[in-house]
């Protein structure tokens, strides 16, 4: 369906978040990115909400640091996606948690507790984000 929709406007951005999602629970990690890439496009990502867009550079974040592992470079961007992503959704739990691993990994231990921090104010009962702001002490 997705495939169809991209036909007829191949510049709507949600077709190609729709597109990426079964991808990725297919295991198609790389096409789901490039759709994720189309969709965070200039051209196409004026049709998404900031909440929206937000929400797909978490996603991208996700799934680039699942096919090439905490490779540094691949550490680098996902933060910088992640970091836009909480910028533009706030409330995205995982999204603050995500970007706190990859600030702990870059060795940035304030700016990776204050993301888990933030994950708790968003989520208090976020386990994740719990267990995160348990290594700091």
């Known amino acids: 369906m997705a495939d169809k929709a991209l036909l007829i406007d191949p510049k709507d951005a949600a077709s190609h978040i729709l597109k990426a999602l079964p991808l990725d ?5 790389i096409p789901a990115i490039r759709s994720l890439d189309a969709a965070l496009s200039p051209a196409a990502a004026r049709s ?3 909440r929206e867009r937000g929400d797909a550079l978490f996603k991208r974040a996700e799934l680039r640091l699942v096919i090439a592992g905490r490779r540094k470079r691949r550490v680098e961007e996902a933060a910088a996606d ?3 992503a909480v910028r533009l959704s706030p409330e995205n ?4 948690c995500l970007l706190g691993e990859c600030l702990e990994e870059k ?3 304030e ?3 204050a993301a888990y921090e933030a994950a708790v104010r968003v989520d ?3 386990v994740k ?3 995160g702001l348990d290594r700091f002490r």
């Open 25 to 29: 629970l297919l295991g198609r990690k």
């Open 107 to 109: 060795g940035l231990r």
């Open 124 to 126: 208090p009962v976020s």
């Open 93 to 96: 739990v995982g999204a603050w």
């Open 129 to 131: 984000a719990k267990e």
């Open 111 to 113: 700016e990776a507790r």
């Open 48 to 50: 998404l909400s900031e």
């Open 82 to 84: 992640l970091e836009e």
